[in-house]
């Protein structure tokens, strides 16, 4: 995230505060309102932090407006797109983009078997099944899960509920990898 660092400077500058009185009332370092100020990347806890300070909406302190990380069309999009692909991760937005996807054309093929007979769905669940299991496995790998969580969907009721729970959870930050001396 980019800070607006013209609007800080004249949200500092309205209240006749220096850069070390800034630092001190948000709790911050002086280098860090410094390095903000020149128009630095600023971290989710110092935004916080100073729109706490100035009184006005976090948001309000970055440049432009944030946006989605993938538009939904283009998220379904990539969904089928991956979907006989089991390797790598999908984010939590792009995943429930697609399952909503997959649950239009479920309802659909319902629509459709309510006049015809039930083919349609059948068909229609049968084209889903493996994208909807690649889509899972690379969510529950995102989160940081094995992606075998998916077999608790067998046990009765209670599994679905349990798998769902499992789709929602975020993103599991990588963890740095540091140098050893040697």
């Not at 110092?46 to 946006?67: D, I, N």
């Not at 993938?70 to 990539?78: N, T």
């Not at 669940?125 to 992606?147: E, F, H, I, N």
């Amino acid at each position: 995230m980019h800070i607006n660092s013209a609007r800080l400077r004249e949200l500092r500058t309205a209240r006749q505060w220096s850069q070390e009185q800034l630092a001190n009332l948000s709790g911050l370092n002086l280098r860090t309102i410094q390095r903000l100020e020149s128009g630095a990347k600023i971290s989710t806890e110092s935004l916080r932090a100073l729109a706490a300070v100035f009184e006005v909406p976090a948001e309000s302190l970055l440049e432009g407006k944030p946006t989605p990380s993938q538009p939904a069309v283009e998220a379904m999009r990539e969904g089928v797109r991956r979907g006989l692909e089991f390797t790598g991760t999908t984010p939590r937005a792009d995943f429930w983009w697609f399952a909503l996807a997959v649950v239009m054309v479920l309802a659909f093929a319902q629509l459709i078997a309510e006049a015809t007979g039930p083919l349609p769905l059948q068909i229609a669940s049968l084209l889903v099944l493996v994208p909807w299991l690649a889509a899972c496995t690379r969510r529950l790998r995102d989160a940081g899960l094995s992606p075998w969580w998916q077999l608790i969907s067998l046990a009765p009721v209670g599994g679905i509920l349990v798998l769902l729970y499992l789709l929602t959870y975020p993103t599991k930050a990588t963890e740095p990898t540091e140098a050893t001396p040697g």
